[in-house]
């Protein structure tokens, strides 16, 4: 694709859809980037997908103007509205890029919404969890689910309250609870996981051994499993040393001061070109 051939144009979204659009004139691909429980809107990873010539969408999906502040019983209507917009656009490939519960959040729009052609899930989970941050009332407990479909809460798995805390370069280390849980509610497990076999498309999965905030990377493995039998295409990129925060190249994202992520910042950006390459060559065969 001529990249340079192409028009580029930004614009600040709100109302339905919220977020920041960086549109690309003769493209039909369109995608949509999603931060993880942070709240960020990654604007700068919409930016390097938009300079691969497709247009690209940075979604705030909670704690914007009239959003819940946290995210809890996310509708999954929010993205599907996003889609939506996209083919307004003009968009007839659409692509999700979610990071952490960014990644949750599109592997389960993928499964509802036929019209996703890709999704590339890093740092995933396999199954949906309990809120985080605030709830629908602004208060945290009692534990909801994180997201909703039609106004039904969607089965999770509840948090064990009771782990025992481990720290990492002085930092909470929240992977031990996250395991802890999927043992203590096992019971909880089959309802509450992601049914990627459903998603049509390609899944793009990236996670590393170190992870420190959830063990993606068993996770990820799952999802590969899950989709074996379904013929769809699917790819595992993963290195035992990369932590939680994955580096496109290019990408220089702040660690969190409130926990840790494992990895270190060349492992996890040598994960991040592994993936590149891939995501490059995913995208090429659906623009």
Not at 15 to 41: E, H, P
Not at 185 to 211: M, N
Not at 255 to 268: F, K
């Amino acid at each position: 694709m001529d990249v340079k051939a192409q028009r580029l144009t930004e614009q600040e979204l709100s109302g339905n859809v919220n977020g920041k659009f960086f549109r690309c004139d003769a493209t039909t691909t369109g995608v949509v980037v999603l931060g993880g429980s942070s709240g960020r809107i990654d604007i700068g990873r919409a930016k390097i997908f938009s300079n691969e010539g497709v247009s690209a969408l940075a979604l705030q999906w909670f704690g914007g103007e009239g959003q819940i502040p946290g995210i809890c019983e996310i509708p999954l209507e929010t993205f599907f509205a996003a889609n939506d917009y996209l083919v307004e656009q003009g968009c007839r490939h659409i692509v999700y890029v979610g990071t952490s519960k960014g990644a949750e959040a599109s592997l389960l729009a993928a499964v509802h919404d036929p019209r996703i052609d890709v999704v590339i899930a890093i740092s995933p989970s396999s199954v949906v969890w309990g809120n985080i941050g605030p709830g629908r009332d602004g208060i945290s407990w009692p534990e909801r689910s994180s997201w909703s479909l039609k106004g039904i809460p969607m089965p999770f798995v509840p948090a064990d309250t009771n782990w025992a805390r481990e720290y990492v370069d002085g930092l909470v280390s929240y992977r031990g609870l996250f395991e802890k849980s999927l043992k203590t509610f096992a019971a909880e497990v089959d309802a509450a996981t992601i049914p990627v076999e459903k998603v049509s498309g390609d899944v793009v999965l990236v996670a590393g051994g170190d992870d420190a905030l959830w063990p993606s990377l068993s996770f990820a493995t799952s999802i590969v499993r899950r989709r074996s039998d379904t013929g769809g295409n699917t790819y595992l990129v993963s290195s035992l040393g990369a932590g939680h925060r994955i580096l496109l190249p290019g990408e220089h994202t702040p660690r969190s001061a409130l926990h840790a992520h494992g990895g270190r910042d060349e492992t996890d950006s040598k994960l991040g070109q592994k993936a590149w390459k891939l995501i490059r060559e995913v995208l090429s065969r659906n623009t």
